[in-house]
């Protein structure tokens, strides 16, 4: 008999629509939280009225238009956080080599 388990069953594993909807959420209380509207975001940041619009419903949006909602929402550096973290490749090394 053979055994299979799911490890998100032990391991906190964050899926891509997770993450999405985790940015989608972030992105939008900190709009409501500097009091700007979508219209003023399209205005200030120079991404359209429906790309914001979709974004906040469905979370697509190209690179550069987040990347310009960021810098008109004042959080520009937070993507200098990406891609820092280097991969585990041995959990040996990981534990030991500290």
């Known amino acids: 008999m053979e055994n299979k388990f799911d490890i998100s ?12 909807c985790n940015l989608v959420n972030r992105y939008i209380k900190r709009r409501k939280l500097m009091k700007i509207t979508q219209k003023q975001l399209s205005k200030k940041s120079g991404v359209s ?4 619009r979709r974004f906040e419903t469905t ?40």
Do not use: R, W
């Open 59 to 98: 979370g697509d949006i190209s690179l550069m238009s987040l990347i310009k909602i960021a810098s008109a929402l004042e959080c520009l550096e937070d993507f200098e956080h990406l891609f820092n973290k280097m991969p585990i490749k041995d959990l040996k090394e990981f534990f030991y080599d500290k």
């Open 49 to 52: 009225y429906g790309s914001i």
């Open 9 to 20: 069953q032990f391991v906190d594993v964050l899926t891509e629509q997770q993450a999405i």
